[in-house]
């Protein structure tokens, strides 16, 4: 009872852990993509595994460096153009041939040749719906804020910066140490960002 009390009057030692403050890890920031990839090596060597890394640009082989998976979003537009064909087949179809059939000159109710336009169309349409939902799916958008962003120098990443975040769900994570090591890997700033 007096702990809650003590909660509540807000003062300092007693804050609940709720009011504490939370990191999202540290961030360290570095010269080139070269030196990025290499630190990322580094610190996937050293058996760090949730870590992040940002850049202005595409940066070859980062993505194996961090051990992201494959990208699902060709599995979802496949899936989705698949399902257009499939759909344009049975409308062209269920409308020519069963529910209003008509026999133009001796001509099959169904034929899959004219078809074939409006099967490409709907294939590409839903493919292409596919691509842009999963892609704002699997990349979380729109994301008003995310904890990186609390990084003094983040609007660097999307100009001329390289950096690499190391995030607190790390099972390895220690605030000083990762930041001692990350400044052994070359890291011109070292940053620990609250969340």
């Known amino acids: 009872m007096a702990t809650n009390l003590l909660a509540r009057l807000n003062l300092p030692g007693f804050e609940s852990e709720s009011k504490k403050v939370k990191h999202y890890g540290v961030v360290a920031n570095f010269d080139t993509p070269e030196d990025l ?4 090596r580094t610190a996937r060597a050293a058996g760090f595994s949730k870590m992040e890394a940002y850049s202005p640009f595409p940066i070859h082989g980062i993505d194996e460096a961090l051990g992201a998976p494959r990208s699902p979003l060709g599995r979802i537009v496949i899936v989705c153009g698949l399902t257009g064909l499939v759909s344009a087949v049975l409308l062209q179809w269920w409308t020519g041939a069963v529910d209003y059939p008509l026999s133009v000159a001796g001509k099959p109710l169904f034929a899959l040749e004219p078809s074939v336009p409006i099967m490409f169309e709907l294939s590409v349409l839903l493919s292409a719906f596919g691509a842009v939902f999963g892609m704002l799916h699997l990349n979380r958008l729109p994301t008003y804020y995310h904890a990186f962003f609390n990084y003094s120098k983040a609007e660097g990443a999307t100009n001329d910066r ?5 995030e607190v769900a790390d099972p390895k994570f220690n605030a000083e140490e990762v930041k001692t090591f990350l400044d052994s890997c070359g890291s011109r700033h070292t940053e620990l960002v609250e969340a």
């Open 37 to 40: 990839l290499r630190a990322v």
């Open 162 to 166: 390289f950096l690499l975040a190391v």
